[in-house]
């Protein structure tokens, strides 16, 4: 049988992500440490368990509505509200599983064949990918550190052409940790009326933001006629395995994207939903007391984290938002890979490439610091061996 014959052409040119190979190997070694998984080391607070529990044994097994359960799409507008003042109405909300529904649900959505869509590189794997699934073009649009992996004005509009319909604002990104503040939001609005682009952000990061509160672009004047913002559960309230997020859009983009949700997905697993909904609500009731903890936690464990890179002599850039470091390596080595994979074979510490976030960061490495203070010493500790045996 020529299996080749079979799979779909665009899938099968989509190379697998370069972060599962370095999982893959790590999970082969005794004593490795890895600072390469991009999730929280929080086990969902009780509160929200406890709820999905409780639905479950009531015997609350069916499905919900397609775009999710009223109570929790009520709440989801009240949390738009309240943190980012976001005002998206009910039937402009649909449940999803995590944001990465929501990425691919946003593309299917708006993307025509041979559209450009235009994605800040480096940024989350998933993008390009997903892209070329929709049958889009991906147009990257190089950041760099100096400044600050931040997508400026200059930049978006020479990467824009006229093919380019979409751009993907991942803020706080991932894998950089850069965010943008308002003024630089408000920059670029303008480049983006002018190339008439409709904007999917992805704001999954959002309350991980540290020092300034992160501001969602469909909050600016004019710009939430023309965004898709994406959120979820699964990074501030340390909720990945529940597979539960949202999507907001205008209207007459969430009916068409209600449509492809419910023939593919039906709807988010309910038993998720009650432990969100029980999320929103505690959150609401104590002033995300939970999320403040997580958020205090991950802001000491990235300074600590940039202060042991910088020890080490490479150059790490303060992140502003999410959980990861992306130092500089090519003082050491020749590319992000070969540093990555030497590490892990020499120290048994795993990082991912820059390379598996797009052109950008080939000689960065992405290290996660959503692990404790405890294994983050350990895991660096080798790393400066590592360095200074190949001085
Ligand atoms: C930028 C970004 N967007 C989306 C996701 C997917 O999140 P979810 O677990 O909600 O699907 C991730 C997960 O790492 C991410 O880093």
Same mark, same amino acid.
């Given at each position: 049988?020529?299996?080749?014959?079979?799979?779909?052409?665009?899938?099968?040119?989509?190379?697998?992500?370069?972060? *599962?190979?370095?999982?893959?190997?790590? $999970?082969?070694?005794?004593?490795?440490?890895?600072?390469?998984?991009?999730?929280?080391?929080?086990?969902?607070?009780?509160?929200?368990?406890?709820?999905?529990?409780?639905?479950?044994?009531?015997?609350?097994?069916?499905?919900?509505?397609? *775009?999710?359960?009223?109570?929790?799409?009520?709440?989801?507008?009240?949390?738009?509200?309240?943190?980012?003042?976001?005002?998206?109405?009910?039937?402009?909300?649909?449940?999803?599983?995590?944001?990465?529904?929501?990425?691919?649900? @946003?593309?299917?959505?708006?993307?025509?064949?041979?559209?450009?869509?235009?994605?800040?590189?480096?940024?989350?794997? $998933?993008?390009?990918?997903?892209?070329?699934?929709?049958?889009?073009?991906?147009?990257?649009?190089?950041?760099?550190?100096?400044?600050?992996?931040?997508?400026?004005?200059?930049?978006?509009?020479?990467?824009?052409?006229?093919?380019?319909?979409?751009?993907?604002?991942?803020?706080?990104?991932?894998?950089?940790?850069?965010?943008?503040?308002? $003024?630089?939001?408000? @920059?670029?609005?303008?480049?983006?009326?002018?190339?008439?682009?409709?904007?999917?952000?992805?704001?999954?990061?959002?309350?991980?933001?540290?020092?300034?509160?992160?501001?969602?672009?469909? $909050?600016?004047?004019?710009? !939430?006629?023309?965004?898709?913002?994406?959120?979820?559960?699964?990074?501030?309230?340390?909720?990945?395995?529940?597979?539960?997020?949202?999507?907001?859009?205008?209207?007459?983009?969430?009916? @068409?994207?209600?449509?492809?949700?419910?023939?593919?997905?039906?709807?988010?697993?309910? @038993?998720?939903?009650?432990?969100?909904?029980?999320?929103?609500?505690?959150?609401?009731?104590?002033?995300?007391?939970?999320?403040?903890?997580?958020?205090?936690?991950?802001?000491?464990?990235?300074?600590?984290?940039?202060?042991?890179?910088?020890?080490?002599?490479?150059?790490?850039?303060?992140?502003?938002?999410?959980?990861?470091?992306?130092?500089?390596?090519? !003082?050491?080595?020749?590319?992000?890979?070969?540093?990555?994979?030497?590490?892990?074979?020499?120290?048994?510490?795993?990082?991912?490439?820059?390379?598996?976030?797009?052109?950008?960061?080939?000689?960065?490495?992405?290290?996660?610091?959503?692990?404790?203070?405890?294994?983050?010493?350990?895991?660096?500790?080798?790393?400066?061996?590592?360095?200074?045996?190949?001085?």
């Amino acid at each position: 049988m020529n299996y080749d014959d079979f799979i779909n052409r665009t899938v099968a040119d989509i190379p697998p992500s370069g972060i *599962r190979k370095f999982f893959d190997l790590v $999970s082969t070694m005794d004593d490795a440490i890895s600072l390469g998984v991009g999730e929280p080391d929080f086990v969902t607070p009780w509160l929200y368990r406890d709820a999905a529990v409780k639905s479950v044994i009531s015997g609350r097994t069916g499905y919900t509505a397609n *775009r999710g359960d009223a109570k929790l799409i009520v709440e989801i507008a009240k949390y738009n509200r309240d943190r980012f003042g976001l005002d998206y109405a009910e039937n402009e909300t649909i449940v999803t599983v995590g944001a990465s529904e929501g990425i691919d649900l @946003a593309l299917r959505t708006l993307v025509s064949p041979g559209d450009g869509v235009l994605v800040p590189d480096p940024s989350y794997v $998933s993008y390009m990918p997903n892209v070329r699934i929709a049958g889009g073009v991906v147009k990257p649009v190089r950041t760099d550190i100096s400044h600050k992996f931040k997508l400026t004005p200059e930049a978006l509009d020479e990467a824009a052409d006229k093919t380019c319909k979409i751009l993907i604002l991942p803020y706080p990104n991932n894998p950089t940790g850069a965010v943008l503040d308002k $003024s630089e939001l408000e @920059a670029l609005v303008p480049v983006i009326k002018k190339h008439d682009l409709f904007v999917i952000s992805d704001e999954i990061y959002a309350e991980l933001t540290y020092g300034a509160r992160h501001v969602s672009v469909a $909050s600016l004047d004019g710009m !939430k006629e023309r965004t898709v913002t994406l959120n979820g559960f699964s990074k501030a309230f340390a909720m990945t395995g529940w597979r539960i997020g949202w999507f907001c859009a205008p209207k007459p983009v969430c009916d @068409a994207a209600l449509k492809v949700h419910q023939y593919t997905i039906m709807c988010a697993p309910t @038993a998720s939903q009650e432990a969100a909904y029980a999320a929103l609500v505690d959150g609401r009731e104590t002033e995300y007391e939970q999320v403040e903890y997580m958020r205090d936690e991950y802001d000491r464990r990235r300074r600590f984290s940039v202060a042991m890179l910088t020890d080490m002599g490479l150059d790490c850039f303060m992140p502003g938002g999410a959980f990861y470091c992306f130092p500089d390596i090519k !003082k050491v080595c020749g590319s992000g890979d070969e540093f990555a994979e030497r590490l892990l074979l020499a120290q048994k510490v795993a990082v991912v490439p820059g390379s598996a976030f797009g052109g950008g960061g080939m000689t960065n490495v992405r290290c996660t610091y959503a692990s404790s203070i405890k294994s983050l010493d350990a895991a660096f500790t080798r790393m400066k061996k590592f360095i200074e045996d190949n001085k």
